[in-house]
């Protein structure tokens, strides 16, 4: 039932060699292609019919889920709602992601909404990657929007891609946190031709000892342009960090804003922000190693979008 | 191996534009020597005497102005870094490079040409300065000066170099590391004839050396062992009119 274009994406955006092992939800084409549930488990349609709840029972250790989207009908723009229940206690890794095969010269989109909300002492690791391919000249935009509302002492690492092929990415990333919490996320993004991405984040640290780290990598290359906004909130005595990172090549043009805002006397809010080209003593310290100028920037961009 | 001609630097000239509408400055005048194969040399001098641009035109990091290099008789006047990296030299910096999100394995990869475990480690054991688990290491800002200085040695080292220049090695690092760096690069010379070319003001690697070269003002004006050296070393080492010393005004000054 998986065709090689499928494959190809599966493999892509959520790393899967063939239908996964364990529960899984495989969307394609904005139909249902597959679905497993596990012991511990759950997947349901929710009721708008728009898109899945998955449930996670609490104490549930070291499984994972994978929620692919895969969309090769031209014309068709996919939009789903998916919410994420995870249990106290539990542990667990989700792999989502989207791939899109353009074959015609009409557009192709997905726009998905993904609310976590995670219970007590719960860890959730999140990758999400986007890709698009193929040769059509269709537009391809992804629209990933992403809520995260953690309880006390829950800990959340979220890893967000865009590899590439990507005509025009608007992300929304919005997080809560309570006592205790603490969120990573990283997010990394290439831009090529004449593509363009923006990404805007509002972290809301709410909760006593809550942390955040927001890490954003960006590659602009050809005539693309990429924009990042993160506004980082703190309402209580927290950390907070924000490491934003622009690397220049070609034509690219990028706007980077980061936000700090403190409404409590114990907040500790930092960010560094750096927009520029590759460093030349990066390039000759690997063209010191024996690589071409080419071959060292390409090494250069794959460590830094930690391919 | 020893004996044979490995670099010929011929009238090596390098300027850079003046300020301004000013006359271009010259940083090496017409510098002429030749390296031999196996040999360990030292390259001292004041401060801006150019001890680091003629390491870096021989790496071709910076172009001569005028003049010719060869390297085993071959004109590698105008290759690129790359290139003479390919043809066996290769040059340790004095400010390494930091990156973001590669580590020490994957600098150590592209020296070694592989990412085999066993080869890594065998690498890490002949240069013996720094552990296997350095190899995770991101090489980024979060580094201590000592360390990144070890990962530079161990890729230089790792590239198994016929010609070795290294620029100012110890900057950063402790005073009980200096020792065994110096008998490292001495082991590799030994073992692996290295051609090795320190620029250095550390005792440790002038005495190392089979033959030191003193820079001043871009020219060599000394060239033999350190014992003929020392007299002039001396008198470089403290500046004797720091009382009626007027900066960069003083453009007499014999520094």
């Known amino acids: ?307 | 191996m020893k004996g044979h001609v490995m670099l010929e630097l011929k009238n090596i000239t390098f300027t850079v534009p003046g300020a301004d509408n000013e006359a271009p400055i010259t940083i090496i005048e017409n510098l002429n020597y030749t390296f031999e194969s196996g040999k360990f040399y030292a390259i001292t001098g004041p401060n801006g005497s150019g001890k680091t641009t003629v390491a870096k035109i021989i790496m071709g990091i910076h172009s001569q102005t005028t003049g010719s290099i060869l390297f085993e008789g071959e004109d590698i006047s105008k290759w690129p870094v790359s290139d003479r990296a390919k043809a066996g030299i290769a040059y340790a910096f004095q400010h390494s490079a930091r990156f973001k999100g590669l580590t020490f394995r994957d600098l150590l990869s592209i020296s070694l040409g592989s990412d085999d475990e066993d080869k890594l480690a065998e690498v890490i054991a002949r240069v013996g300065i720094c552990s296997l688990d350095f190899l995770n290491k991101p090489v980024d800002a979060k580094l201590s000066g000592g360390e990144i200085k070890k990962i530079e040695l161990a890729t230089v080292i790792a590239t198994n170099p016929k010609l070795a220049i290294y620029d100012e090695p110890d900057t950063g690092i402790d005073l009980w590391t200096i020792g065994p760096m110096v008998e490292l690069l001495k082991k590799e010379k030994e073992k692996y004839g290295t051609t090795t070319i320190v620029v250095s003001h550390n005792k440790a690697f002038l005495e190392a050396a089979d033959t030191l070269i003193l820079l001043r003002k871009g020219k060599i004006v000394y060239n033999g062992n350190l014992e003929g050296a020392l007299p002039m070393l001396r008198d470089l080492s403290i500046c004797k009119f720091s009382d009626t010393c007027e900066g960069v005004a003083d453009v007499e000054c014999y520094r």
Do not use: W
């Not at chain 1, 488990?41 to 104490?59: L, S, Y």
């Not at chain 1, 095969?101 to 002492?121: D, K």
């Not at chain 1, 006593?208 to 506004?231: C, H, L, P, T, W």
């Not at chain 1, 006397?265 to 922000?273: G, S, W």
């Open chain 1, 1 to 307: 039932m998986l065709n090689a274009i499928d494959k190809k994406l599966l493999k892509e955006v959520a790393e899967l060699e063939g239908i996964p092992k364990g529960a899984y939800n495989i969307r394609k084409n904005g139909e249902l292609m597959g679905r497993e549930v596990s012991a511990n488990i759950h997947i349901e349609t929710n009721e708008a019919g728009n898109g899945i709840i998955v449930t996670i029972k609490p104490g549930t250790k070291n499984e994972s889920v994978h929620i692919p989207v895969i969309l090769t009908q031209a014309g068709l723009h996919d939009v789903v709602y998916n919410t994420f229940i995870i249990g106290d206690d539990s542990d667990v890794t989700i792999v989502a992601g989207c791939g899109i095969h353009c074959g015609s010269s009409e557009s192709e989109g997905h726009s998905g909404i993904h609310e976590f909300r995670i219970g007590r002492n719960a860890r959730v690791s999140y990758v999400e990657k986007h890709l698009a391919i193929g040769e059509g000249e269709g537009r391809r935009t992804l629209n990933p929007t992403t809520k995260i509302y953690l309880e006390e002492n829950g800990h959340a690492e979220m890893e967000l891609t865009q590899i590439g092929g990507v005509d025009e990415a608007k992300r929304v990333n919005e997080a809560e946190l309570g006592p205790g919490c603490s969120l990573l996320v990283s997010e990394k993004v290439l831009t090529e031709g004449q593509q363009h991405a923006e990404s805007r984040n509002e972290l809301m640290l709410k909760g006593e000892n809550s942390r955040a780290n927001m890490v954003s990598r960006s590659v602009i290359k050809g005539n693309s342009n990429q924009d990042f906004y993160v506004q980082l909130t703190a309402m209580a005595k927290c950390f907070g960090h924000i490491e934003c990172d622009a690397i220049i090549m070609d034509n690219g043009t990028n706007q980077t804003m980061p936000a700090l805002n403190a409404r409590h006397p114990d907040a500790e809010l930092t960010h560094e922000a750096s927009i520029g080209k590759i460093a030349d003593d990066q390039l000759i310290k690997l063209m010191s190693l024996g690589l071409s100028y080419d071959e060292a920037v390409n090494k250069i961009i794959q460590g830094f979008l930690g391919e």
